[in-house]
Structures are given as structure tokens and as C-alpha cells.
């Protein structure tokens, strides 16, 4: 096939990828409708990523697959000259500066200025001369080129996917020279093969770096969201990440938006009465992301399904707990349900009996849950002892915040009641020291030891998805009704586009 058939069927194909795009994603008319979350990167975002750009650029040069470039030309005197380029590669590569710009028609504009590149190779050429003398030759060769670098990336939706479209490109040459072994050969050979293949040359650069650009800025986005996907994901729980809404590039932002729901074996969430709106966020920080109620409270359900809303405590803060402080009360109900036994030798288990309810304020995260307690002794040589069993709803306020790479619960204020109590001491029920105890320990103690423990578990989850290795800066975590903001700024991390360079060369 002909250079220029492969060249129509490529743009036939772009197109044919482009029709299947906008009819895979029709969101209808109220798309924010099943918006569970957002991410919004601002203008200072994106320039501190476009200092990245040029080991992405330099990547796509790099990893550019040049084809051998032939000719054949007639020359007077000379007669025919036939020319080949082979084994074309990048000696050199410096690029000077970089901008990129946010378009509201959902273009993101990058401008490279002046690339600076070398490419070397073999040029083998053959000519037959007048009365039938016959020449060929093989040379090393060096290009030099300076040249400008456009590229206009559109942000689109494939089946429910966000791809990058980088495949509007431009290079401008202000220099393309030819070197043939180092200008040892006569000038009026550089310049005949400079004029026959300098054009053919460009286009050939033009199609080649402007095509890896384009996969390496799909390969891109294909690994932000899978790192994305991986984040939220942890064993049988994921949240989907499909697109709920087409992409919005405004001068200042450029917002995605995903539905956020919950999957979990046999269960799964649906949203349909979202509250997000575009207006909700600002552009005064460099990253935001919008979180419903909806997907909050369906983790919190697909935890509990899963058996992970269950704490054990044994030991010392078993002791902690029981010993907050040191009364005549305290010691008494101490007494009454451990037997004399040692903490050591005794458990306690806290867990959820129902899902947990949330919602969200600009108070904080307020949850309400049945939760069961059930204090266990352990006698030598015998079988486990329930000595306390309780059950009892509790409603928790708590705020949210992540500093030194740690995310921290702190419960505001709470309200317990009995719904079940049996002691073992106190069958009866006619003293009511241990309940009055129980009451105060579980407020004071109880609930913030529940909480800083889930805090931890969060924390050593989200570490082991790498969030630890983010340079993060002053993130605010901002409750509202029925959504909650994380904005914060950042420093890229170098280590995460060094990994994906090496994958996708």
C-alpha cells in the first residue's frame, strides 16, 4: 500500500474512533445527576505537570520508529539518482521551554518552543551518469533540526472512558541541515540531496513523532486511571470511575467527572439525585476532589458486608480503656466483670450489627450505627467466657483531616443508648455502677479508640496504594450537606512519570 493510502486509511480510522466515541457516551440531559466524583486539576496544576513535558516529549522522539525514506530523482548530467535513508534514529535532543494554556472549546494547548534535535543514519545512493557510468555510494549522515512543537489534546469519552486525543499536531522547522561524514564530501552533493529529501524528510517526522506523542498521551491517561482504579480499590470493594459526564476544560480548570459507585459481590449502589454543580468548586487550590454522600455511605455498607467493621482489643489498651479513670466506681465495675481475671487473659470485640448510616454536614461526618460489645475472659485451660455482651446505637459527629501523611478521626460529640445489656455479675440488672460506667467509658474513651483506630487502618490502606509517596500540601477536608471537598496543592511526584516512561518504552 502507498504511503498516501495508509495515510487515508489512518485518518479513516481516527474518525471511525471518533463516531463510536460521542455515541458510547450519551449522558443525557442532566448528567451531574449521577455524579459521585469529581476531580478538578487548576491552571497551577497543570503548570507545574507541563514542566514534565519535556521527558514526555523526549520519550515520544526517542521512541519514534522512523521508516527508511527512498527517492528517485532525474538530474541533468547526472541522470537518474535514487537515494535511501536508512536506520534513522535521535542523536541529540534539548528542549528550550514549554507552555500549555486551558481552552474553553475543551482544548488543552501545549506549546513547545524550540526543540533542539540531531537524528543520524546511512544515506545510500546510486546514480547512472551519462554513457552508462554507473555510481553508488553509502555515507553517514547527521541532521540537524530546529523545530516548534503544537499540540491541541481533547479530553474525550470512550465507552465510558476518558482517553486523550492528542493527534492535532504540528511541528514547525526552522532548520533542517544535512551533514554527509561530516561535510568531507563536495558541497554540490549535500546540497542535491539536502533540496531532494529535506521535504519528504519533514513529513516523515511530522507523522512519526506526532503518532507517538499521541500513544504515549493515551498511554498516559491510561495509567493516571488505572492508577486511579487501583487506589479505590482494595480486594472484592471498587468503586467505578466511568465517566458521568463529558469532560470541562474552562481557562482556569479542567474538571472529569465519574459516577463513584459502589461494587461489592452481589452488591451495588445507584446514583441518580447527585447535588454536584461546577459552581461547588473554586480554582484557588491546584487539585479538588467532590465526594457525594452516596459513595461515602456506600463504602460504609460494602465495609460492613465485608467484616471490616470489627475491632479486637486485648492487653494494654484493653487496660487503658477500663482503667480511664481510677475511682471507687471505676474499680468497682472493673471487679464485677473481669472476675479478678488479668487483661491479659481477657478480650473485648467491638463490631457493627447493621450498616452504618452517614451523613454528611458542615458540622462534620455524622454516623449512626447499632454496634455490639462483647467482653470475653479466658480461663486456663477452659473455654471463653462472655462475661458482658451489649448492644447500642450510637451517633458519632466526627471530622476529618490528613496531616503528616496520616488521616485523623476526631469525634466531636456523640450520643449512646442501651438496646441490649447482660453482665454476667449482675444477671439482674439491679446495680447500675457497671451500665453508668460502661456509659461514660464508651463516650469518653470508647468511641475516640474506635475511630483512631479505623483512622489508622485507613491510613495504612491508602499507603499501600502509594499515597504516602504524593508530596502533599495543606489539604483541607471541608464537609458540606450531602457532599464533601478535599482541595489541596501538591508537588509532582517524579518517580510515578519515571515509572511510566520505562513501561511504555
Not at 450 to 459: N, R
Amino acid at each position: 500500500m502507498s504511503w498516501a493510502g495508509r495515510m487515508i486509511l489512518g485518518i479513516f480510522r481516527i474518525l471511525l474512533v471518533l463516531v463510536h466515541a460521542s455515541a458510547a457516551c450519551d449522558f443525557g440531559p442532566f448528567p451531574y445527576r449521577a455524579t459521585g466524583i469529581v476531580c478538578r486539576m487548576t491552571k497551577p496544576a497543570a503548570l507545574l505537570l507541563n514542566q514534565e513535558t519535556a521527558q514526555v516529549i523526549q520519550a515520544a522522539f526517542r521512541n519514534a520508529k522512523f521508516p527508511n525514506i527512498t527517492g528517485e530523482r532525474s538530474v541533468r548530467l547526472l541522470g537518474k539518482v535514487a537515494y535511501e535513508l536508512t536506520n534513522i534514529q535521535v542523536n541529540s535532543l534539548s528542549i528550550e521551554k514549554s507552555d500549555v494554556e486551558l481552552k474553553e472549546n475543551n482544548v488543552i494547548y501545549i506549546a513547545i518552543k524550540n526543540v533542539t534535535a540531531s537524528f543520524k543514519g546511512t544515506l545510500t545512493y546510486g546514480y547512472a551518469g551519462a554513457w552508462f557510468l554507473r555510481l553508488f555510494h553509502s555515507v553517514d549522515f547527521e541532521i540537524e533540526s530546529s523545530i516548534d512543537l503544537q499540540l491541541h489534546i481533547k479530553l474525550m469519552c470512550q465507552e465510558d472512558k476518558l482517553v486523550a486525543d492528542a493527534s492535532d499536531c504540528y511541528l514547525t522547522f526552522h532548520k533542517l541541515t544535512l551533514h554527509l561524514q561530516g561535510d568531507k564530501e563536495p558541497g554540490w552533493l549535500k546540497q542535491l540531496f539536502t533540496d531532494f529529501i529535506s521535504f519528504t524528510l519533514k513529513l516523515v517526522l511530522r507523522r512519526e513523532v506526532c503518532k507517538e506523542i499521541n500513544s504515549l498521551a493515551q498511554t498516559l491517561a491510561n495509567f493516571v486511571l488505572d492508577l486511579a482504579a487501583n487506589f479505590v480499590r482494595d480486594k472484592d470493594i471498587l468503586v467505578d470511575l466511568s465517566l458521568a459526564a463529558d469532560s470541562l476544560i474552562q481557562t482556569g480548570y479542567v474538571e472529569s467527572h465519574h459516577k463513584g459507585l459502589v461494587l461489592y459481590k452481589n452488591y451495588s449502589s445507584s446514583l441518580s439525585d447527585s447535588v454536584f454543580s461546577p459552581s461547588l468548586l473554586t480554582d484557588s487550590r491546584m487539585l479538588y476532589f467532590w465526594l457525594s454522600e452516596h459513595t461515602l455511605s456506600s463504602l460504609a455498607s460494602a465495609a460492613f458486608l465485608d467484616g471490616r467493621l470489627a475491632l479486637t482489643i486485648t492487653g494494654e489498651k484493653l487496660q487503658a480503656l477500663f482503667e480511664m479513670e481510677d475511682t471507687e466506681a471505676q474499680q468497682k465495675a472493673v471487679q464485677m466483670i473481669f472476675q479478678g481475671t488479668s487483661y491479659n487473659d481477657s478480650v473485648a470485640k467491638v463490631w457493627s450489627l447493621t450498616h452504618p448510616q452517614i451523613s454528611l454536614q458542615p458540622e462534620g461526618t455524622v454516623v449512626k450505627s447499632l454496634v455490639a460489645v462483647e467482653v470475653s475472659i479466658l480461663p486456663a485451660g477452659g473455654e471463653p467466657l462472655v462475661v458482658l455482651y451489649m448492644e447500642k446505637e450510637i451517633t458519632a459527629t466526627i471530622q476529618a483531616a490528613y496531616a503528616e501523611k496520616k488521616l485523623i478521626l476526631q469525634p466531636l460529640d456523640s450520643s449512646t443508648e442501651f438496646k441490649v445489656f447482660k453482665c454476667t455479675a449482675d444477671p439482674s440488672e439491679d446495680d447500675p455502677s457497671v451500665r453508668n460506667f460502661l456509659q461514660n467509658m464508651i463516650s469518653v474513651v470508647g468511641i475516640p479508640e474506635v475511630t483512631s483506630s479505623i483512622g489508622s487502618g485507613l491510613t495504612s490502606l491508602m499507603n499501600n496504594k502509594g499515597l504516602n509517596l504524593f508530596d502533599i500540601i495543606n489539604p483541607e477536608i471541608i464537609p458540606r450537606q450531602g457532599y464533601v471537598i478535599v482541595q489541596l496543592d501538591f508537588d509532582f511526584p517524579h518517580h510515578l512519570l519515571l515509572s511510566f516512561l520505562q513501561k511504555s518504552l
